[in-house]
T-cell receptor, first 113, second 115 residues
């Protein structure tokens, strides 16, 4: 069965520091990959997505993610974190044969001033 | 409004009561999804509507849960005889069409607390 693992429940970084959030998936073919962000009291907002082509994708708010087939990973990165980036981040996997998204359990990002 | 809206934003109920949660999708979106987000968990798929097709109810956790979508637009998720384990945030999303490649736009959710 398809699954998504986000191994870090919480991550704390200092403002201005770089960030990498990990995501690993289990799926036989190349999936559709997504990163969503959820701010307190808000719905989920799409940061970026990967379907095919260039394995490094750029998203909104200065985020990027790299698809690595050999590692079944789709890690999210940002070179310099802002205090407003504090939120919960969800990785999700979709499949060509289905409309369903499988979500990871999320990583909560805390930003130190 | 331009986005997905949900009401109420918060709902506190007593165990055993029925609750109704409402979702207004983005106009023109044919696909509508309900998810449940329990504390510390990711999103759990509940149900999916696509146009006039029969909904996919495979994620509903028990027969106390049901949902309908009237006129291909507004959807209502009903939980009968609520239990404490039903406490969660219920999120609704819509997309232009079916298929995982279609971006899902999420509402702000309804936080349900069952006492």
């Amino acid at each position: 069965a398809q699954s998504v693992t986000q191994p870090d429940i919480h991550i704390t970084v200092s403002e201005g520091a770089s960030l990498e959030l990990r995501c690993n998936y289990s799926y036989g073919a190349t999936p559709y990959l997504f990163w969503y962000v959820q701010s307190p009291g808000q719905g989920l907002q799409l940061l970026l997505k990967y379907f095919s082509g260039d394995t490094l994708v750029q998203g909104i708010k200065g985020f990027e993610a790299e698809f690595k087939r050999s590692q079944s990973s789709f890690n999210l990165r940002k070179p310099s974190v802002h205090w407003s980036d504090a939120a919960e981040y969800f990785c999700a996997v979709g499949m060509d044969s289905s409309y369903k998204l499988i979500f990871g359990s999320g990583t909560r990002l805390l930003v130190r001033p | 409004g331009a986005g997905v809206s949900q009401s109420p934003s918060n709902k506190v109920t007593e165990k055993g009561k029925d609750v109704e949660l409402r979702c207004d999708p983005i106009s023109g979106h044919t696909a509508l999804y309900w998810y449940r987000q329990s504390l510390g968990q990711g999103l759990e798929f509940l149900i999916y509507f696509q146009g006039n097709s029969a909904p996919d109810k495979s994620g509903l956790p028990s027969d106390r849960f049901s949902a309908e979508r009237t006129g291909g637009s507004v959807s209502t998720l009903t939980i009968q005889r609520t239990q404490q384990e039903d406490s969660a945030v219920y999120l609704c999303a819509s997309s232009l069409d079916r298929g995982a490649h279609n971006e899902q736009f999420f509402g702000p959710g309804t936080r349900l607390t069952v006492l």
